[in-house]
T-cell receptor, first 112, second 118 residues
Framework: DAKTTQPPSMDCAEGRAANLPCNHSTISGNEYVYWYRQIHSQGPQYIIHGLKNNETNEMASLIITEDRKSSTLILPHATLRDTAVYYCIVRRYGGSQGNLIFGKGTKLSVKP | DSGVTQTPKHLITATGQRVTLRCSPRSGDLSVYWYQQSLDQGLQFLIQYYNGEERAKGNILERFSAQQFPDLHSELNLSSLELGDSALYFC?????????????????FGPGTRLTVL
């Protein structure tokens, strides 16, 4: 079973920031938080990952709470092309434990 | 473009048949992961290969098998196909040159193969 909890759906107005929450209260110290998204039936697209510090890249920012039990993915200026299912995944890195366990994710709809 | 390629894009076949799906990982990646996405089960991990050797197994049926070749491309073989095997099959690659212990082994997914069993 997925070790994360996400709202099933969210709406966001185009041009506004999209804040997608994720709860992962049972996360272990050696587990990272990963975010992927899937647009229609395309292959999942890697967005960002982090361990305990906040992270930012050209796509998004990841804010992880100090206790690491939850995180928020922020798309700073959502566009219609950001409409997708967003998956929050916790995962140990490397070795034989490296596969991703996908839950149902959050369906983000960006509206004009 | 993730750099991972999968062929074919679409495959239509009949029950009882056998098919082979192919995946070429990103240049330098040593791991290949296979996932199945069906409407009722979501994205599920099937199997992982690392540098030619099986590394982890998920919910892969005995009718399914995979291998990774010396050039690191991988093939997923599906036999005795059933209607319920209709799904999207994705491969992902990771485990770049630094090795699994030295990196977080971020996985990058290919565009998938849509299998329809009639």
């Amino acid at each position: 079973d997925a070790k994360t909890t996400q709202p099933p759906s969210m709406d966001c107005a185009e041009g506004r920031a999209a804040n997608l929450p994720c709860n992962h209260s049972t996360i272990s110290g050696n587990e990272y938080v990963y975010w992927y998204r899937q647009i229609h039936s395309q292959g999942p697209q890697y967005i960002i990952h982090g361990l305990k510090n906040n992270e930012t890249n050209e796509m998004a920012s990841l804010i992880i709470t100090e206790d690491r039990k939850s995180s928020t993915l922020i798309l700073p200026h959502a566009t219609l092309r950001d409409t997708a299912v967003y998956y929050c995944i916790v995962r140990r890195y490397g070795g034989s434990q490296g596969n991703l366990i996908f839950g149902k994710g959050t369906k983000l709809s960006v509206k004009p | 473009d993730s750099g991972v390629t999968q062929t074919p894009k679409h495959l239509i076949t009949a029950t009882g048949q056998r098919v082979t799906l192919r995946c070429s990982p990103r240049s330098g990646d040593l791991s290949v992961y296979w996932y199945q996405q069906s409407l009722d089960q979501g994205l599920q991990f099937l199997i992982q290969y690392y540098n030619g050797e099986e590394r982890a197994k998920g919910n892969i049926l005995e009718r399914f098998s995979a291998q990774q070749f010396p050039d690191l491309h991988s093939e997923l073989n599906l036999s005795s196909l059933e209607l319920g095997d209709s799904a999207l099959y994705f491969c992902a690659s990771g485990g770049a040159r630094g090795g699994l212990a030295a990196s977080t082994d971020t996985q990058y997914f290919g565009p998938g193969t849509r299998l329809t069993v009639l």
